[in-house]
């Protein structure tokens, strides 16, 4: 195994370069990690690729995460696609009278799901989209 240099630091600063540019981290990560694997050994890189995938997917920690995350995009897809956030959004907006009070509202409901920040930002989101737009509060403020 060689020695840590300065070159270690290229794939990460790369991934950096080309999210800010591209606007698309997957890619970017992709091909960092595709740059990483040409400098480690550049006649291999498919080979390194498939079998370092194969052992970061064995990893129990690993395969858990993307079973739970898999599963809360699923649990609030249901929710949208069955009509249940719409419902609690005209819920909502019963009481929701101004921009304070559907902010604090947001707050509120972000508080009471914090079971996952994940699952937290998808619901508490796809839940007040609707009704931060009604009062035009900005996505970022949601």
Same mark, same amino acid.
């Given at each position: +195994?060689?020695?840590?240099s300065a070159?270690?630091?290229?794939p990460?600063?790369?991934v950096?370069v080309l #999210? ?11 091909v960092? #990690?595709l ?6 050994g550049?006649t291999?890189i498919l ?5 370092i995938?194969?052992?970061?997917m064995q990893?129990?920690?690993? #395969?858990?995460? =993307?079973?739970v995350?898999?599963a809360?995009g699923?649990l609030? #897809?249901l ?8 419902a609690f959004?005209?819920?909502a907006l019963k009481?929701a009278k101004?921009q304070r009070s559907?902010?604090? +509202?947001?707050f509120?409901? %972000?508080? =009471?799901?914090f079971i ?8 508490v %989101?796809e839940? +007040?989209?609707? =009704?931060?737009d009604k009062f035009?509060i900005?996505?970022?403020?949601l």
């Amino acid at each position: +195994m060689q020695e840590p240099s300065a070159l270690s630091l290229l794939p990460p600063v790369l991934v950096v370069v080309l #999210a800010v540019f591209l606007r698309r981290p997957i890619l970017s990560l992709l091909v960092g #990690a595709l740059f990483g694997l040409a400098m480690l050994g550049p006649t291999a890189i498919l080979s390194n690729f498939a079998d370092i995938s194969l052992k970061v997917m064995q990893d129990e920690t690993i #395969a858990w995460l =993307i079973l739970v995350c898999g599963a809360f995009g699923a649990l609030i #897809a249901l929710l949208v696609r069955t009509g249940g956030a719409s419902a609690f959004a005209e819920l909502a907006l019963k009481f929701a009278k101004g921009q304070r009070s559907s902010l604090l +509202m947001t707050f509120v409901l %972000g508080v =009471i799901i914090f079971i996952d920040d994940y699952l937290n930002a998808l619901t508490v %989101g796809e839940t +007040m989209k609707r =009704i931060t737009d009604k009062f035009k509060i900005s996505r970022e403020m949601l």
